[in-house]
């Protein structure tokens, strides 16, 4: 207490103020834990906002904002306000996080694994070559990064030794050689880029079964094939190993990126997402929503996967009358709405709320979390066994979204004959998602372009007009007599 009261005293004596110095002043608890003996706090000025910390005459170091010195906009659209303390020979002090709009640091992360990984930069060099994740890289200290959190870290991470690497190369440290560093994106898309190629030819291979979609459907047990093969490759490769699990949390933070100020390095600092994005909205263009949520949405695999593992197995489904099916479509556009309105306050007040995603759960922890988030997901994973990707039809956000982005869909390319809804009901009876009226219009908000109705559209033993085509020609062969030929000697 005597040292925050001297310190504060000597501070002002200095005339240290928010008036008079070109940052926020740091909170002076904070310099304490940060350089223990410190009596002294100077602003710095020039080209730098760092307030010098000095015991009697001797200079300790300087502790700054990293957002008032290399601010990078993460997940909320904003950047993290950290205080960071750095010696005068360049070695990191610590890093305090003073505030953050972050919602995966809100829900999900904890204090003490966040303090976990902030502890790791006290005692590194301020100029160092570190590098977050396990990948080594020739050059790097490695340091672990924050389990399901992967992005916010590396965005913090850069924040903070780009701003120390500034600190460092201005007034009485500038002796100090500092080395160039690439950009964190360039980063991320070096060391992902394995990853990158294998979506790539996944994504390539959809686009060839989506174009050739009338030759594929009628070769059923190739298409069939191929149907569960991406599914598990979409659940395994881009849910788990690349934890690429899109999230409304991308679009609400699109919005806010959008509405502060543009900054491709928000969108490219994780290449999965933005190549798995860009194809996104591609194929929003083409097919509509249904191309994302009913091929690369791993949730969506997961339950669908599921629901055909307890068609095997027997159980019984259940669907909603039709009257009720329609109305709980509602829902997520209600959820929609609400996450959009509290998001325009900030996005740290709606963290809570987009728990409705089981996403995080399922796959950035493993449910390796609350009981209530994991009793959450399992419950919505064990409804899909007894009604299709019931999460997807009526509570997902971010298929809402998407659903609204479908309106901008340029072409048709599902078929349907005039049969279809009268007096044929085959393909409304047997769609998964329940996105085909009655009458035999597909719905196309609600479709997620399985293709299941297609091949029933190029079946001969269940579509009507093909059964019919069928026996036409089945008696027409019947009809036409063969005759042998006789050999001529």
């Known amino acids: 207490m005597r040292n925050v009261i001297l310190l504060l005293f000597l501070s002002l004596l200095s005339q240290i103020s928010l008036a008079d110095s070109e940052l926020s002043n740091a909170p002076l608890d904070s310099v304490l834990s940060l350089f223990p003996t410190a009596d002294v706090v100077k602003a710095k000025r020039g080209e730098v906002a760092a307030q010098a910390v000095f015991a009697g005459d001797s200079l300790l170091g300087y502790v700054f904002f990293i957002d008032e010195i290399f601010p990078i906009p993460a997940y909320s659209g904003r950047p993290i306000r950290a205080l960071v303390g ?6 990191i ?35 160092g070559r570190v590098k977050v994740g396990r990948q080594k890289r020739q050059g790097y200290k490695n340091i672990d990064g924050i389990t399901g959190a992967t992005i916010t870290a590396m965005v913090l991470h850069r924040s903070i030794m780009e701003s120390a690497r500034k600190v460092i190369t201005s ?10 560093e690439s950009e964190i994106w360039i980063q991320n898309w070096e060391d992902k880029s394995w990853q990158i190629l294998v979506l790539l030819i996944g994504l390539v291979l959809l686009t060839a079964m989506l174009f050739f979609q009338d ?46 100020g543009f900054s491709w390095d928000t969108f490219l600092v994780d290449p999965v997402i933005f190549v798995l994005w860009s194809y996104v909205a591609f194929s929003l263009l083409l097919w509509g929503r249904g191309v994302y949520c009913g091929w690369l949405c791993p949730f969506g695999a997961l339950q669908e996967l599921i629901q055909k593992l307890s068609e095997r197995l027997k159980f019984k489904h259940y669907d909603f009358p039709t009257m009720v099916h329609e109305r709980l479509w509602a829902f997520k556009y209600m959820i929609l709405m609400v996450l959009l309105g509290l998001s325009l306050k900030s996005i740290a007040m709606v963290s809570p709320f987009i728990e409705v995603e089981p996403f995080k759960t399922v796959f950035s922890l493993r449910f390796q979390r ?19 990707k019931l999460y997807c039809k009526y509570l997902c956000p971010l298929g809402a979204a998407l659903s609204i982005g479908t309106r901008l869909r340029i072409f048709d390319w599902l078929r349907r004959r005039k049969q279809c809804g009268s007096p044929c009901y085959t393909c409304a009876t047997e769609c998964s998602v329940g ?5 035999g219009e597909i719905i196309e908000n609600e479709c997620h372009y399985c293709l299941e109705c297609q091949a029933t559209y190029w079946d001969e033993h269940k579509c009507p007009e093909m ?23």
Request: charge should be neutral; glycine fraction near 6%; aromatic fraction near 10%.
């Open 171 to 180: 007034r009485q440290l500038s002796d100090i050689e500092v080395p160039d």
């Open 215 to 260: 030759w594929l459907v009628v070769r059923t047990r190739l298409f069939k094939f191929l149907r569960i093969g991406y599914l598990l490759y979409t659940l395994v490769f881009i849910g788990y190993i690349c934890l690429a699990q899109l999230s409304i949390v991308n679009i609400l933070t699109f919005t806010q990126v959008m509405a502060r």
């Open 435 to 439: 996105a085909i009226k009655i009458t």
């Open 467 to 489: 059964v019919a085509q069928r026996e036409r020609r089945e008696r027409r062969e019947r009809r036409i007599k063969i005759v042998p030929t006789t050999e001529v000697e």
């Open 93 to 127: 002090q610590g890093v305090i996080i003073i505030s953050h709009e972050e919602p995966i640091l809100v829900i999900g992360v904890s204090d003490e694994d966040l303090a976990t990984y902030i502890n790791q930069y006290a005692g590194l060099t301020g100029i």
């Open 86 to 91: 750095v010696s005068h020979d360049g070695v």
């Open 370 to 388: 609350e009981w209530w988030f994991v009793a959450y997901a399992l419950g919505l994973v064990i409804l899909a066994i007894f009604n299709t």
